[in-house]
């Protein structure tokens, strides 16, 4: 058998079903009834103590909801989804309030465990202190839609800034909240951002006053716990005039049987000098052998440079989910403002991702820099689908991208579907695709020096992604490497 | 040889022994019986025409996909090669410096050549060599073959000169330290230089326990590398053996004479 061919049947094997972050940890929730109504919006906005002009919000996004419909522009199939047979909110019961890490429920540290979540995070949970000028990771653990856990609070409250739960940023920083939730990507975006607005549950928010640097990487781990439940996300980043902060975002989900609806909203807004950096490894079940199950993750990821010479970046490694429909987007509205974004899309097994990038120039001599690289193996079908556009007044706007894509056997596809406008003259737009499968002779080579044909898969594909893994932090950069192997390989850890 | 000098030679095992053996590619017969028999601390020189044969042979000895073995046997120290996945090759110590050796952009030369060894290492059963300690070797190594250290630092054969992937696979086996080693063309792209650092680095790993089967077109490498035996090879065949002096013979004459044999 050629090596190639050899690989692709042991790709085709893979038993996604050893997921190995497949398993649940059994806590008591209160869940919304099932189903969508009004109702169902009161109730969440109750749950979370709401002023009234959230509910309000809420209620005007849900009635916008029930006059859309959903999008089927991407290229990706799967059964109608039955939005009144799911949750729209459930929690864990709170014991009493958390202050430490010993009223935290056992049963969820146990399962940042198992999720291998590092010692490092544990330590920050148990507010251990590292040497001076060490970096750090603060955490933010949204456990089931609702945060059980900040921490670091007050190392960021010395330097001015806001970490917390969006639920709580609406009752203590009202005004900011309501001054830029829904800016970036407004209640009628689309449907699944619209869905979002009438229900989200919680997520991050983080504010950056002026001049200040983020003393450490804020991020944030999100899982789905409960049978039926949605997920809806919803995070705002603000990073003031002068600012920076790096983001990090990561997730996993246990094993099920169902599909699961995941619908987030992420929203950044940069003002003059500012920069943030986004950073995503998306792990969400991809579903069994037979591509049964599997988290169809519906993302709308909308960064804003408002301010002249700000800068957004999105780098993103996707792993999992069944479906994964995602365009982390760079609105370039200040001048000399740019915007990235790197991007790394591995499908196996049945999985379909429609993943890429909108850079909208609206500034002068704004600029804006994709590079992605899509891998596809087993049956999956991988597309990258991406907007470069200039506006009449985006004088010197200018754009580079490059598409990669690797095909692992040949049950898989790649697409590419770039789109470009550009209504002045002065723009420069470049674009590079290339689409290429793994070679035998690479693999051969490697197998000869005594490595395995999994080995050889992993560190071929590690090797065409290394341009966008050096993107991330360092810590998640191993991460991802891992992950990355793991999710060609089918061996469990 | 005397039917007592074949029965003494039983005795000794050889370290590779290729018997009789047929092999196709695409329905096509490429090799139609070949036999060689490589004892430990012996060098071997191939010789032949081109399309012969000779990486067809390289390639079926280290196990790549593609060929379709209908005859024949490959003994490594005794046991059948061929039902080994390529990888176990490898770790019990046969290695081949390829013809064109091909590139990894992305994946740095030494994590490519940490990883290999350490692949192998755990195959065997060895405990895994710390970074430390394996970066010590390999700049040693590198040193006694003038590779220059940034050469380590640079994907995988990206952007290397001809010669200079030439001399990494001299590298990646001075590293491994392989039972047999197979050099497929190792003189081709090397300047007169060149070819006297990396033909020195192979004589320094010639051992009592080693052998070597150095496929070449030129005699002049073997003046570098002075084999105990020369095969010339012609059509899928071995079709004549003898010691150094068949290889100067082959210098004069051309390999026409061997045509027909074939
Ligand atoms: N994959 C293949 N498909 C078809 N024919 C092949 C394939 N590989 C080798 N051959 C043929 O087998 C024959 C032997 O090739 P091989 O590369 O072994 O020759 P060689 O002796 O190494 O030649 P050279 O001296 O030019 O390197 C050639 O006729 C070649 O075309
Ligand atoms: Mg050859």
Redesign the pocket.
Known sequence: MPAVQETVERVRRIDVDQYRYGFETLIESDKAPKGLSEDTVRFISAKKNEPAWMLEWRLEAFRRWLTMTEPSWARVHYPKIDYQDLYYYSAPKPKKTVNSLDEIDPDILKTYEKLGIPLREVEVLEGVVRPEGERRIAVDAVFDSVSVATTFQKELKAAGVIFMPISEAIREHPELVKKYLGTVVPTTDNYFATLNSAVFSDGSFVYVPPGVRCPMELSTYFRINERNTGQFERTLIIADKGSYVSYLEGCTAPQRDENQLHAAVVELVTHDDAEIKYSTVQNWYPGNSEGKGGIYNFVTKRGDCRGRNSKISWTQVETGSAITWKYPSCILRGDNSSGEFYSIAISNGYQQVDSGTKMIHLGKNTSSRIISKGIAAGKSQNTYRGLVSAHRKATGARNYTACDSLLIGDQCGAHTVPYVEAKNSSATFEHEATTSKISEDVLFYCVQRGLSQEEAVGLVVNGFVKDVLQQLPMEFAVEAQKLISISLEGSVG | MTRLGMMLRKNVMSLLEVKDLQVR??E?E?LHGLSLTVNPGEVHAIM??????????SHVIAGKP?YEVTGGQVLFKGEDLLAMAPNERAAKGVFLAF?YPVEIPGVTTWNFLHAALNAQRKARGEDEMSSPAFLKKVREVAKSLSIPQDMLKRGVNVGFSGGEKKRNEILQMALFEPAVCIL??MDSGLDIDALRIAADGVNALRSPERAMVV?T?YQRLLNYIVPDVVHV?SKGRVVKSGGKELALELEESGYAQFEDAA
């Open positions: 590619v695409e096509r490429i032949g025409p081109n399309g012969s044969g000779k990486s067809t042979l593609g013809q497929d063309e496929i077109h090879m």
